[in-house]
Structure formats: structure tokens, C-alpha cells
């Protein structure tokens, strides 16, 4: 799934990095996983379904009108971190893989098959390397997934040295699906986190 081949993501993804990232301003970056099929896979920006990229950040589009959770708690955290602006002018987010996959019309994650992990990890370091030429923050990244997706990524910081320190939290899947009742205080500790690291 690779939402920058089809041409309404890639000129909705164009008006959105200009609109956030037309600057040479240092950001520290926020690695997911990889696209989802109601979210990045659409609009081709990371964690932003049709409905947020136009009610939040102000660019209208034809896409079917879907939400996604995970753009759900994202979008609810930027409001507490202080709006799509100020969130956005301090982080880029990402994923670790910025293509997305599916199986039987259900997200797939690039580490769920092993073949498919070992067959897309060099596009995936070419892929890092290239954002961290953006003004990107060596110093520190935040992984989104505490398990398998931070020890994918943190044993390919120690072959490439992409940053000195790799700081995980609970991908906001997981939160919505499985701790619901307390989207809340998950929130109050992504911004708590973000904010001690600025």
C-alpha cells in the first residue's frame, strides 16, 4: 500500500507538509509502524484520516469520510499538546516502514510475516536515512509500540546509530482498542513525555 503512488493522497499529502513543514526548523521525529488502510494508506500522512485532515488541520478532500482510532487519540493529543501548529512545528511523524500493507482488507504490519520484515528492512534504512536529512533530532525519537516495533527499531539504531536514545510508548492502536476507559491518562502521559524532551 503506497498512498504517494495514487494521485489524491499524494496532492493531499503535498498540501499538508507545506502548509506544517515549509520551514528548515529542527523537529524530533515520532516512528509508527507503518500505514493503515483508513488513515496514512489514504491520505498519505501518518496517523491523519480524512475526517481530521479537514476538520483539524484545514484541508478539505473528497475521501470517503472514514475515522481511524489510532488518528482518534493522535488528533486528541495534539489538541492537549496545544494544536495541529504548535505539535507540528516541534515533531514529524513517520513510520518505521512509510508503506503500508494489507491482508484479507485487514491492516497487516510489516513485522507480522518475517519474510516480508527481512524483505522491505533495506528499503526501510534507505527510507530513515533520507527523513533524517530533513533537520531531523539525532538526539532522541519516540517509537509508537513498546514490543515488537521498538526492538526492530532499536536493533537498527545499534547497526546504524540513526539516534542516540530511542524513547517507546503505547501505540495509540493498543490504547484505543484495549485501554479505552483510560485514553485520558494515556494523552496526559504522551504530552508529559514529549514536552520533558523538548
Do not use: W
Not at 514529524?92 to 484479507?104: A, D, M, Q, R
Not at 536493533?155 to 485520558?184: A, E, G, S, W
Request: charge should be positive; aromatic fraction near 14%; include cysteine.
Amino acid at each position: 500500500m503506497n498512498p504517494y503512488r495514487d494521485e489524491t493522497a499524494s496532492h493531499l499529502s503535498g498540501l499538508f507538509f507545506k502548509k506544517y513543514y515549509n520551514d528548515v526548523n529542527s523537529r524530533t521525529l515520532i516512528l509508527g509502524i507503518n500505514p493503515g488502510r483508513l488513515g496514512g494508506g489514504l491520505t498519505g500522512i501518518p496517523f491523519t484520516d480524512p475526517v481530521k485532515l479537514e476538520t483539524i488541520c484545514g484541508i478539505p478532500n473528497n475521501l470517503p469520510k472514514k475515522v481511524e482510532l489510532s488518528a482518534d487519540f493522535i488528533y486528541s493529543m495534539i489538541a492537549a499538546f496545544g494544536g495541529a501548529e504548535k505539535f507540528y512545528a516541534t515533531f514529524y511523524i513517520s513510520g518505521v516502514s512509510p508503506l503500508g500493507f494489507t491482508k484479507e482488507n485487514k491492516n497487516l504490519n510489516y513485522y507480522d510475516i518475517k519474510e516480508l520484515q527481512q524483505a522491505i528492512s533495506g528499503f526501510i534504512v534507505d527510507c530513515l536515512e533520507k527523513q533524517l536529512s530533513f533537520s531531523i533530532n539525532k538526539e532522541y525519537c519516540f517509537c509508537l509500540g513498546e514490543g515488537t516495533n521498538y526492538k526492530f527499531l532499536q536493533d537498527l539504531n545499534k547497526k546504524h546509530n540513526f539516534f542516540k536514545t530511542i524513547i517507546p510508548l503505547p501505540h495509540p492502536r493498543f490504547i484505543m482498542q484495549y485501554r479505552r476507559k483510560q485514553v485520558d491518562a494515556f494523552i496526559k502521559m504522551y504530552v508529559e513525555k514529549l514536552t520533558l524532551q523538548r
